[in-house]
């Protein structure tokens, strides 16, 4: 996908080998971003020397891994960097001689419209502050944001006070850069939503921003919400366009929306079975707005 902020791609090429040679969470295929108290950025990848390079090629991945890093090629670094970090590979894909270093090329899914359906609008402005407020935070809160626009956690930012924990959870590595270039405080987590680690347990308010994202079964995902989630915590699931919305963005984005968003029905019956009860149920033209409070002792 193209990336308009080219700041924040530069920001995704000096981050990724920082966090490989630092704090990186590989199992599970996710990648864990950390704060600004570790070392400082590593040396840029374009200043070196070009009379003393080393070839780099794709490394053997787990299958997990490889559902979001494909190694297709391999590109020439200085070898006294070599040792500081990795690279992410952009050239041919002959077969460099042994005792290369390894690294590898990734691609994203197109998240472009995460952010077209934000507007400026007081009408838009009223849905994401109905959508926020619906979560009760608090300065105690430890908050999770799973799949949403970056103007999203931005209004998130701006209008709650400052909580004890609020992790960003994305398929997107690109906007996780983007998150932690604007919020060092912020913790950001690349992976599937029912794999996010126990650490940062209990969370008392989750928003699931673009729910259709997830390729999960609610049974499935409710499972590990009443394994995540503290006694009261609140689950906010939301779409700001509705069901309309959704289905202009699945005709679109076949790729990404891979599910719908449900009916009242289905909510009630499985957060009965999960120690959640539905609170709030709203399935507008304009908004999709559901709350389930954990109701687990």
Request: hydrophobic share 35%.
């Amino acid at each position: 996908m193209p990336y308009k902020n080219s700041g924040c791609y530069l920001l995704l090429l000096l981050l990724l080998p920082r966090f490989s040679t630092e704090t990186v969470i590989l199992s599970m295929s996710s990648l864990s971003f950390p704060s600004s108290s570790s070392s400082a950025l590593l040396p840029s990848l374009f200043a070196f020397d070009s009379s003393r390079i080393v070839s780099l090629q794709p490394k053997k991945l787990t299958r997990l891994q490889s559902h979001f890093f494909t190694p297709k090629q391999h590109v020439s670094f200085p070898q006294s960097n070599v040792s500081g970090y990795r690279a992410f590979c952009v050239s041919s894909s002959t077969s460099p001689p042994e005792g290369t270093v390894s690294v590898v090329d990734f691609h994203e899914k197109d998240w472009s419209f995460l952010e077209s359906m934000e507007t400026d609008s007081t009408e838009h402005t009223q849905k994401i502050e109905k959508i926020i407020k619906a979560g009760e935070i608090s300065e105690s809160s430890r908050v999770l944001v799973s799949i949403s626009s970056e103007a999203f956690v931005d209004r998130l930012v701006e209008s709650s006070s400052p909580t004890q924990l609020l992790l960003i959870v994305h398929d997107s590595l690109f906007t996780l850069a983007c998150v932690k270039e604007k919020y060092d405080k912020v913790k950001c987590w690349q992976g599937e939503m029912i794999y996010v680690p126990e650490k940062w347990s209990p969370l008392d308010a989750v928003f699931l921003y673009f729910l259709p994202a997830l390729p999960f079964h609610l049974d499935e995902l409710f499972k590990t919400l009443s394994q995540r989630c503290s006694s009261g915590a609140r689950v906010v699931i939301s779409h700001p366009q509705g069901r309309q919305g959704l289905e202009q963005q699945r005709k679109e984005f076949s790729d990404v929306v891979v599910s719908d968003l449900p009916d009242d029905s289905t909510l009630r019956n499985v957060a009965k079975r999960h120690s959640f009860e539905l609170t709030q149920f709203v399935d507008e033209q304009g908004l999709y707005l559901a709350v389930l409070k954990s109701s687990k002792q």
